[in-house]
């Protein structure tokens, strides 16, 4: 087999650009534990429960669904990019 030689009059096919998703997770749970805080701090207090495990669990759960926010809008704007070539 002979290898395959692109010559200057083809076209090279342009790089596909695509969206960081990691990073659209990323943003998704720095600012879902911080609506969790937020939720704990404006939030009635539980009594069976002190400050500092109540405002780990709701940054927890908001980390959760930030990260699932965040990797559904990259992954769907990844798509939409992809379908706009």
Known sequence: MSPTRVTPD????????SVNIVAFICTGVVLGVIGGGIVDLLG???PTYNNASSLAFLAAVGALIGALAGGLLGSALD???ERRR
Do not use: G, L, T
């Open 44 to 46: 009635p207090a539980a």
């Open 79 to 81: 798509v939409m990019a």
């Open 10 to 17: 083809e076209p090279r096919p342009a790089p596909r650009r």
